[in-house]
């Protein structure tokens, strides 16, 4: 169950909101979740139901899927809400989605550790995949993870977990005028490692009206939070290069350099969009063992994608 939740940073006037730190501490296996085997398999299944079969390709090249059209949101339907900040609406949203998860329990995607929400995409997504995924979604396909040769409508950063809707169906035509209103709720994306993609866990209508609309949905993006973290290691190279800069600022300022002070502020901003851009991201997706091993993830595949 979820058991804490922070802003990063904490919400303050005029600091950017960068979304949430989730901490669950149960259960310790979800209902919702992914199972591996030998030769890069994976299964995602969901209360016992086999949601998505996927397998890596040798190269190390991409991955192959195949849905089988079983999957169902473990949150309730969302209502619309009007926002006229930008930040506070999506901030507003990250903490619905928050109380839904938590609602959902053993039945959502959270397990022990921590998590994060972000909103937006990420600095890695390209934005035409957008219209790429409004032409291209088979229950049966393939995600090219660097497009040696693949087909350009297998670059998609997001791969929904059952068919989007026609659009014209009812639910899709509610979605669509409130994305035209501006207040269609966010679509929530869960990052999965295995996948290199996002996949979809709640808002296919919504997605489906966005694009039918020309456009591209808000959305939030949950996952495991990285391993290393703010201030690990990995951020030390980068904060090794700012304390040089600004230790040389503050000499051509005690010098009287009349601009040192200027550039010690733009330093200090370029600090904060370093920072963000490396942990703008998110750690391993969890998987547990598949029984059975490779010979179970063959029949399931024969069951539920035979060929």
């Given at each position: 169950m979820l058991r804490d939740l922070t802003s990063l940073p904490r919400a303050v006037r005029g600091v950017r909101?960068?979304?949430?730190?989730?901490?669950?501490?149960?259960?310790?296996?979800?209902?919702?979740?992914?199972?591996?085997?030998e030769g890069?398999?994976?299964?995602?299944r969901q209360g016992g139901r086999t949601v998505l079969l996927a397998r890596q390709r040798v190269t190390h090249r991409g991955v192959h899927y195949a849905r089988t059209g079983r999957y169902v949101s473990p949150l309730p339907p969302l209502r619309a809400a009007a926002g006229d900040d930008a930040d506070a609406w999506t901030a507003r949203w990250a903490h619905r989605f928050a109380a839904a998860l938590r609602a959902a329990g053993p039945n959502g995607p959270l397990h022990a550790g921590d998590w994060r929400l972000l909103p937006g995409m990420g600095t890695r997504a390209v934005d035409a995949?957008?219209?790429t995924l409004a032409a291209h979604d088979p229950d049966r396909g393939h995600l090219t993870?660097?497009?040696?040769?693949?087909?350009v409508a297998d670059r998609r950063d997001v791969l929904p977990l059952r068919a989007l809707a026609a659009p014209d169906a009812a639910r899709v035509k509610a979605c669509r005028r409130q994305f035209r209103e501006g207040v269609l709720p966010p679509v929530l994306l869960w990052a999965v490692s295995g996948l290199n993609a996002f996949v979809v866990l709640d808002g296919h209508d919504r997605l489906a009206a966005a694009l039918a609309e020309g456009g591209r949905p808000e959305v939030l993006r949950l996952g495991r939070a990285p391993v290393d973290g703010p201030g690990a290691p990995g951020h030390a190279p980068v904060l090794r290069a700012y304390e040089e800069r600004a230790a040389h600022l503050e000499r051509a300022r005690a010098a009287g350099d009349p601009l040192a002070a200027t550039r010690i502020t733009v330093a200090g901003r370029r600090l904060g969009?370093?920072?963000r851009a490396l942990s703008d991201g998110f750690g391993l997706t969890r998987g547990w063992p598949l029984p059975g091993g490779a010979p179970a993830w063959e029949a399931v595949a024969r069951r539920h994608a035979p060929g």
């Open positions: 909101w960068d979304g949430l730190a989730l901490v669950a501490d149960g259960p310790a296996r979800p209902a919702l979740g992914w199972e591996t085997a890069r398999r994976l299964v995602l995949s957008w219209a993870w660097f497009g040696y040769g693949d087909p969009a370093e920072l």
